[in-house]
């Protein structure tokens, strides 16, 4: 099999439950290959958060955590679950990318900012400077 290991990215956006539909479908067919899905909790940086702010983001952080989880359990597939945290989403995916020694990256794009309002700037900076190859998921994409 070409991939071993595959990070999805996951951020409760449409594009992001494409991306597990995906990653599912493609390690489906070899029930070795093993999936990490990841939620980054982005930080605020600059002291911009305060205690209110953080224990939003902690709840929110669970919540997809839990779904993750949800997920993971009914998984063929051996798959984990991490919750990342920091200011630089993409810099957290590709170093989790690296450690768990993943073969191919999948994450949504929603195309709210990044290049000309085609990838977002997380999955634009994650193509950029991944080592293995990144998958983007278009929200309003067909994933036939």
Do not use: F
Not at 59 to 73: F, G, I, N, P, S
């Amino acid at each position: 099999m070409w991939c071993h290991k595959i990070l999805v990215a996951y951020d409760g956006s449409p594009a992001a439950e494409k991306a597990v539909v995906l990653a599912q479908a493609i390690a489906g067919d070899a029930p070795e290959i093993e999936l990490v899905l990841v939620n980054v909790m982005r930080l605020m940086g600059g002291g911009m958060s305060g205690a209110g702010i953080d224990a939003v983001l902690v709840d929110d952080a669970e919540a997809m955590r839990k779904k993750l989880q949800a997920v993971a359990d009914g998984s063929v597939n051996p798959t984990t679950v991490k919750v990342l945290s920091g200011t630089a989403p993409a810099e957290l995916l590709l170093r989790c990318a690296r450690e768990e020694e993943c073969d191919l990256i999948i994450m949504g794009s929603r195309g709210k900012g990044g290049v000309g309002g085609y990838l977002g700037s997380v999955s634009y900076a994650v193509t950029k400077s991944a080592k293995v190859p990144a998958l983007i998921v278009k929200e309003d994409g067909d994933l036939r």
